[in-house]
């Protein structure tokens, strides 16, 4: 009898700390509405690390703004791209929210904009329900989407204080940020692979001959985050890939001397080799970017030491 009590007991034991690994785990809360756009819901996925630190990313697939139509297409929030990237984050504690935004092409810029920035107060103002830090909200997003997470870092983003809905009157503005191959000056995007995108996105075509005065240029210059760079920008980690077909790695060269010039933290991660896609395809001994990733973040979103400088102090050393 002696035998089976410690029998019992050892069971007993194992299911207790099966159990509290399991409830240790990450876990999805999916189909979360952000907003209502003519009826229609607005949706995000919140990823939940299997222990928090306490701050929230927002992440953006890239799709070249595009969505299928169709019922049964796989929505933004659950590409691929997700399952690639999230994964570090969670580890790292992060709280993870992935967008679905309006897309083209059925709608234009700045529709997937004003998705996104409603995304960003919708977690903002709900932080304390996801258990994160609403004054410090970091981006991750690539192509596409890293040209959004850009706009959130370049824009002011001041919400409307006479704004009936409260969530709203909150700030769209993001505290750091990471963009992979961002298409960040959009009037000089028209002869690249990437180019058509840009074209349905602004419902105007733009290519090295579009002058500057005219409806067009000002278009893809409206929606350029490189037009909104100041030295109130978060920082920012630009990678990108120097055989990039579809969106030129000179975009994030001048990102970076455009934020380097207003004195904002950044720094540019080159990936030899490498052309467009997530996974930078055809790259020669490319860095552990997804721990470049979370380095980034940890310095300055998490670690209190390396947020920004106030107004008038000095701000952090410009990296690589």
């Known amino acids: 009898m002696s035998r089976n009590i410690g029998r019992s007991l050892v069971v007993g034991a ?16 999916k189909n979360v509405v952000y907003g209502m756009y003519s009826g229609a819901a607005l949706l995000l996925d919140v990823h939940y690390p299997a222990k928090s630190n306490g701050f929230g990313v927002i992440f953006i697939s890239g799709s070249g703004w595009n969505a299928p139509l169709g019922y049964s297409a796989t929505p933004l929030k659950e590409s691929s791209q997700v399952e690639m990237y999230a994964p570090s984050l969670l580890q790292a504690g ?4 992935a967008l679905t935004h309006r897309a083209t092409p059925t709608f234009r810029h700045p529709a997937q904009l004003e998705d996104v920035q409603r995304a960003v107060r919708f977690i903002r103002h709900n932080a ?14 690539g192509s596409s989407g890293a040209h959004l997470i850009s706009l959130l870092a370049t824009l002011d983003g001041a919400g409307d204080t006479t704004d009936p809905d409260p969530t709203n009157r909150e700030s769209a503005k ?16 028209g002869n690249s692979i990437g180019g058509p995108l840009v074209s349905l996105l602004l419902g105007a075509r733009i290519d090295d001959t579009t002058a500057k005065g005219t409806i067009e240029y000002k278009a ?16 920012v980690l630009l990678i990108h890939g120097d055989a990039d077909r579809t969106v030129p790695f000179h975009q994030s060269e001048m990102m970076e001397a455009a934020l380097k010039k207003v004195n904002v933290p950044v720094k540019l ?28 973040l940890d310095r300055y979103l998490r670690n209190a030491e390396a947020r920004q400088s106030p107004p008038g102090e000095e701000a952090p050393a410009h990296e690589g």
């Not at 159990?19 to 990450?26: F, V």
């Not at 992060?94 to 929210?97: A, L, P």
């Not at 993001?174 to 995007?189: E, I, N």
């Not at 990936?271 to 470049?292: L, T, V």
Request: one cysteine or more; proline letters at 10%.
């Open 14 to 29: 194992l299911l207790v700390l099966i159990g509290a690994s399991a409830s240790a785990q990450s876990r999805v809360e």
């Open 94 to 97: 992060y709280t993870v929210f």
């Open 128 to 141: 304390s329900k996801y258990g994160i830090d609403p004054a410090r909200i970091g981006g991750v997003g």
């Open 174 to 189: 993001l505290q750091c940020v990471v963009a992979r191959a961002a298409p960040v000056d959009l009037t000089q995007m």
């Open 220 to 235: 893809a210059w409206a929606a350029s985050p490189i037009n909104y760079v100041s030295a109130d920008d978060p920082p």
């Open 269 to 296: 991660i080159r990936i030899e080799g490498a052309d467009h896609g997530p996974d930078f395809p055809g790259a020669k001994n490319p860095p552990d970017y997804k721990a470049e990733i979370v380095k980034w």
